[in-house]
């Protein structure tokens, strides 16, 4: 009895034995972006990429909770890999998107030394960094003309797993869009900066915030993840409250739609009373460990 108990604490010491890493995945405006890699000691050779993202806001203050969450994918062998990525105010939703490309990106180049297969990760995120890992899910490009080498490779992931995301900013909650709607929407919940797109004006050498209606709208579609949809996307596995007054379960139940009439493998999980998160999440967790387990293999 005695030799079982000592076996059984060596094994669950091991399973929890890690290492963690802070490493930098990239560099913009003099500033480096940073993701945290947690390695179990045993791993199984595959990467799940978590989003480190709430209310398009990401910052390192905010990587304990993640690293605390992802746990759950270290005890089943899974290298994991808390991306921060800059943010509002001072960057909006493309900014972001890109980040998160690129971090992909340099775990897919840097995979041998990390020990994990390149053609193995998943992506995860809730809320806001759930619609950044499905803008990722969707894409599948690379800069084949960059100097960098990191660049050249590509982005996409093999599978995906995300709580609550936004994924169509033109109809959200409702068909139609009203930007003046909108806008209050915006500054209530204060997302107006992940919102103020911008560009470069060579006459004053500065980036001016964008005012033209159908340009912002053009800019918001093009980063909705509904509308990059296509066959050849992951499968996608959702998880949603029904009473979620933040983002609509319309935004999930539509992309959902999406996948099913491209036939991409996908599953929506409603959880009945849910708001914008709740307790015992772990319920939901343990079966995006179980759709990486079998969309990873």
């Not at 959200?172 to 560009?199: C, E, H, I, N, W």
């Not at 708001?275 to 319920?283: M, R, Y």
Request: aromatic share 10%.
């Amino acid at each position: 009895m005695i030799l079982v108990l000592i076996a059984s604490n060596l094994q669950a010491s091991d399973t929890l034995s890690f290492t963690r890493k802070e490493i930098v995945y990239g560099r913009k405006d003099g500033m480096a972006l940073m993701m945290i890699m947690q390695a179990p000691n045993h791993g199984n050779g595959r990467a799940i990429i978590s989003v480190v993202s709430g209310n398009w806001r990401s910052d390192a203050d905010m990587a304990p909770r993640f690293e605390d969450k992802d746990k759950i994918y270290l005890n089943s062998g899974y290298t994991v890999f808390e991306v921060i990525t800059s943010s509002q105010p001072r960057y909006s939703i493309p900014d972001e998107v890109e980040d998160v490309k690129r971090a992909v990106r340099f775990v897919r180049y840097k995979a041998e030394e990390y020990g994990i297969d390149p053609d193995k990760i998943g992506i995860t995120g809730l809320s806001s960094g759930g619609h950044l890992a499905l803008m990722v899910a969707t894409a599948d490009d690379r800069l084949l003309n960059s100097r960098d080498a990191v660049d050249r490779v590509s982005s996409r992931v093999q599978a995906i797993a995300v709580f609550y995301p936004p994924t169509d900013f033109l109809n959200y909650g409702q068909q139609g869009f009203s930007p003046a709607a909108m806008q209050a929407m915006l500054v209530a919940t204060g997302l107006s900066a992940a919102f103020d797109f911008k560009r470069w004006n060579d006459t004053t050498r500065t980036y001016v915030s964008i005012t033209d209606v159908e340009t912002k709208l053009r800019i918001a579609k093009e980063n909705s993840p509904i509308y990059a949809v296509t066959s050849d996307d992951p499968p996608v596995l959702i998880v949603h409250g029904d009473a979620d007054r933040l983002v609509p379960i319309q935004q999930s139940e539509s992309i959902i739609k999406k996948f099913e009439e491209v036939h991409v493998p996908n599953k929506l999980i409603i959880h009945k009373n849910g708001n914008h998160g709740w307790k015992n999440s772990e319920v939901e967790e343990q079966q995006f460990v179980e759709w990486f387990d079998k969309y990873l293999k």
